[in-house]
Nanobody, 114 residues
Framework: QVQLVESGGGLVQPGGSLRLSCTTS????????MAWFRQAPGKQRDVLAT???????TYADSVKGRFTISRDNAKKMVYLQMNNLKSEDTAVYYC????????WGQGTQVTVSS
């Protein structure tokens, strides 16, 4: 049974930081490209950052320089360090695993507000 479970979301003030974590089970983690997406109310789900099994990363322009994706293949976890958060970063954040199949977590809410 494949499970992706996000954690670390919450309420943070503009300019603050959060670190999201995604714990996985049931997949050959090191083979999977992992990604973080987000979806704001009324908007489509957008990819923010990806990381291959070997650690190659890509970022959306909207988060480049502020967010950092990383992974720990031994722990089968992926992380998203988010700095200098803005109100427009408010959304539900999803962990995604993609290789021969595509899997999603249930999402974690991030709210940036003063």
């Amino acid at each position: 049974q494949v499970q992706l479970v996000e954690s670390g979301g919450g309420l943070v003030q503009p300019g603050g930081s959060l670190r999201l974590s995604c714990t996985t089970s049931g997949i050959a983690f090191s083979f999977y490209t992992m990604a973080w997406f987000r979806q704001a109310p009324g908007k489509q789900r957008d990819v923010l950052a990806t990381i291959t099994g070997s650690g190659l990363t890509t970022y959306a322009d909207s988060v480049k320089g502020r967010f950092t994706i990383s992974r720990d293949n031994a722990k089968k976890m992926v992380y998203l360090q988010m700095n200098n958060l803005k109100s427009e970063d408010t959304a539900v954040y999803y962990c995604n695993a993609h290789y021969t199949s595509n899997y999603w977590g249930q999402g974690t809410q991030v709210t940036v507000s003063s």
